[in-house]
Each structure stands twice: as C-alpha cells, then as structure tokens.
C-alpha cells in the first residue's frame, strides 16, 4: 500500500520540504512499517527547549534620579528580568541609559546580553549597526565645515534621488551577491541609493570644538538605513522558523538562529557585510565635506553600538551600548564616542572590561518617556518657544525645516545624571569631550511625507 504524507503526520512529523523526498524513498523501497520509522528518526525535530525556570542574573549599572526616572528603571529591570530566561542567554547587564522598547521581556535600549552560541535579530533590531563616527578637521571654522556638510548629508525617507547619489564600493557589491542573505537585487538597488543618507529620528550630524586641542571635529550618528532593515525582517523570519521548531515558548522577538548552521554562519556574515556598508557610509558623507573644504582630516574614529559582537561562542548582543574592549572591533581606530544631546558635549571615552560592564559602556543619554508622551508634557508652550528655550547659542538646523521638539535636549535623561553613574559604577573613562557648536537633524518629517502630500493632491 502506498505511503502517504498522512501517515507521516499521524506519526507525529510535521509536513516539511523534506516529505515529498522521504515518502519518494519509502514508497520505492517499500519499506516496512518498522523500517520506515527507523528511516525517519533521521527528521525528527528535537524535543522542544523550554524558558529558563530562573532569569539568569544581569548587572544593574542604572538608579533613578528622580521620580520621574523610577518607572522606567523599573520597567527596564522586569522587562529584563523576563528577557534572560530566554534559553540561550548567560549573562546581561543594563546600562545608565537604558530604557524599554516595548512590552516586557523585550530587550531594552541600553541593555547588553550575552548568547551562547546564537544570533538574536531582535536584539539588534532594524537599525542594525547604528553607529557614530569621528573626523577632525583641524582649527576650521565650526560653522565652515556645518554648512558644507548641510549641503552634502541628507536626511528624511528613502534613498538619493538618482544624479545625487553616492557611489557604493564595487567590492561590497560583489560580497552582497554571495552572501545567501543579502544576494537580493532589490535590497543592493537600495544600498546604492541609501550611500550617503542618515534617516531620521534620533540620527545626527554635529559639529563641535575638542576640549584637549580645540580642534573642530564633525560626529556623524546613523545606522544601516534601508539594506539593514531588510537584511533584519530576513533574520527574524529565518529565527523564527527555527524558534517554532526548537523553542517555541520562546517570544517571538527573542527568537535566535543557532550560529553552527548554514543560516547562522551566513547570517553572521551578512551582519558583518552590513556593518561595512554603515562604515562607508560615514566615510562617504566626511570624506566629501573634507574634499569639499579642500582638506586632509587629522584622525578618525568610530564604533557602532547596536550590533552583535562575538568571542569564541559567545555573542554580545549590544542593544544601544558601547564596546570597549578591542575583541569586539576588528578595525580600531580610537577611543570610542558617546553624544548624549545636541546641546551637551560629544564623550571620547576608553575603558576595558569589568565585572559590571561586560565590556561595553552607554551609548548616550538616554529617555525617560516616549516622544508622544515629551510632546504632550511640552503642550502648553509651542514649538518655537520650546525650540528658541533649548537651543540657546547653538546652531541647530533640521533638514526638513520642520522642527522636532521629541528631539531636543529635554526629550532626554539629565546627561548629567548619566555621566555620573558612568563614573559611579565604573564603566568607562572620559578622556575628551567635543563641546557644541551645532547639528544637524531630520526633523518633524511625518509633517510633510510623501503619502501625506499625495492624500492632499488627491483632495
């Protein structure tokens, strides 16, 4: 009689790729019923890996200050607390700066954890790689090198339009097409077209004087725009088909790709084929304001600090956190960087692992209330009181030429407050600081954005 995928499913088999081979083989070898069985053990999912009964234990490296700043310190404490009985996870610590990113057991902005042997999408999210980046240009006027950069950075949605656009390394091209993850036409058009971009949000580019030399240095703050996001909705749809098979009382957003796989490995690669395109994206919009200023920058350094760092088989998954040990960067260049606001000193800082850090240090300062809820506290004053209040003696310009109040400086933790308990818990060391002159931002760009102004059209 022939063999059916009925009979694999009353066997307890779910229907996979895998059936259409497996019943060709039976059925040809007209297998016995203990032979057949003995035959399939070979696809028989492992049992399933349960949550840790008992959170695996993270260092606390934040208090409040005030009452404003107890919730979210206790939101962020449960929602780790939730977050490490995830399976794969040994060790977390949260940093002063840290805050929630959505419901509890998700990881929160600021916190560091630490996976055996697997890569967790969610923990670095869509803004893979978001980073910042150094050029010092030497005793230039500030506010030279921030008007040339305004005409050279672009900011908001989407790509360059084409005739704009900043050329993409022909290498990294070629390495986008052999990787499993990233050889996809589409997500390389994008890559090409997003060269040269910052996005919005919280994303910057700040211009401001060393306090060592008083030499002007230019900070840029962005992530993998576009071709990181597609490379994360790629990842977590691949962890969480491994998720449903291996750990499915996991939560969705802390599903893991097991790094000795096929996926994993790629996955690892396609992270690091993405953090060299954040690179040179940064390089791309410094080296043209140094061309355009007809000058040789004088030192350069950056670092990401939302990304997955790995030693041995050990990942460190930094969701917004600061690495300063040198295992974690393969191609260092300096101390590392730490802005906080627009209107508070850029930190250069240095620092070596220890108890408390795990080697990573914040990423800035932070926030106590999400943008809706700033926007709402602000209500009784309008914009551009709250604008002219924050910006005393600065030049601070969004590219959309619509301000974003959940952007200024009281949006955000008291950076006082956070450059303490840097100090307080020993995280890192402060050896300079770039003190403001100005930035750059995207502004309010849901004011304008393209399907807003098509809905008025149409009207």
Known sequence: ??????????????????????????????????EMEAYLEQFRAPNPIPLKEKAEDFVINIKA??????????????????????PTLVSGALMPDACPTGPEGQ?????????????????????ICCSVMLTDFGKVDPKVVLDEAH????????????????????????????NMFLNDERLISIARSH????????????????????????????????PGAALYDKGMKVANRFRQEISPDTLKENAWIPFETEEG??????????????????????NATLEKLNIEKLDRYWNEHNFVFRDG??????????????????????????PLNMAEPVLIVSGATNDRNLGFAPHGAGRNFSRSQHKRSLAHKTTEEIFAEETVGLDVRFFTND?????????????????????????????????????????????????????????
């Not at 694999?8 to 203990?34: M, R, T, V």
């Not at 200050?65 to 995830?86: F, G, P, S």
């Not at 949000?201 to 240095?217: A, D, E, P, R």
């Not at 933790?413 to 308990?421: D, G, L, M, P, Y």
Request: proline share 4%; glycine share 8%.
């Open 195 to 226: 060269m040269g971009t910052q996005g919005d949000g919280n994303h910057f580019l700040f211009v401001g004087i060393s306090k060592n030399t008083g030499n002007t240095m230019m900070v840029t703050h962005h992530g993998s725009r576009a």
């Open 151 to 178: 005409s050279i950075t672009h900011f908001g949605y989407g790509g360059r339009a084409r005739g704009e656009q900043m050329p993409m390394s022909v290498e990294l091209m070629d390495a986008f097409r052999e």
């Open 107 to 127: 990881i929160p902005v600021g916190g560091v954890v630490v996976a055996k042997n697997a890569i967790h999408p969610g923990f670095h999210s869509a803004d």
């Open 403 to 459: 301000i974003d109040i959940s952007e200024l400086p009281s949006a955000y933790k008291n950076a006082q407050n956070v450059r303490a308990q840097i100090e307080e818990y020993n995280l890192c060391e402060i050896i300079d600081e770039v003190l403001p002159y100005g930035c750059i931002m995207a502004g309010d760009v849901q004011k304008n954005a393209p399907w807003k102004k098509k809905k008025k059209f149409r009207k």
């Open 265 to 286: 490995e790629a996955y690892w690669e396609a992270l690091q084929l993405i953090r060299k395109w954040t690179k040179e994206n940064h390089e791309a919009i410094h």
């Open 65 to 86: 200050e005030n009452e404003a700043e107890e919730d979210n310190v206790q939101k962020v404490i449960r929602t780790m607390e939730v977050l490490m009985k995830t």
């Open 1 to 34: 009689m022939k063999i059916t995928g009925n009979e694999l499913i009353a066997l307890g088999y779910q229907p996979k790729k895998w059936f259409a081979e497996a019943l060709e083989y039976i059925n040809e070898n007209d297998l016995s019923q203990a």
């Open 313 to 338: 088989d050990l990942f460190y998954h930094a969701k917004g956190a600061t690495p300063l040990d040198d295992k974690f960067l393969p191609d260092i260049t300096g101390p590392r960087l730490i």
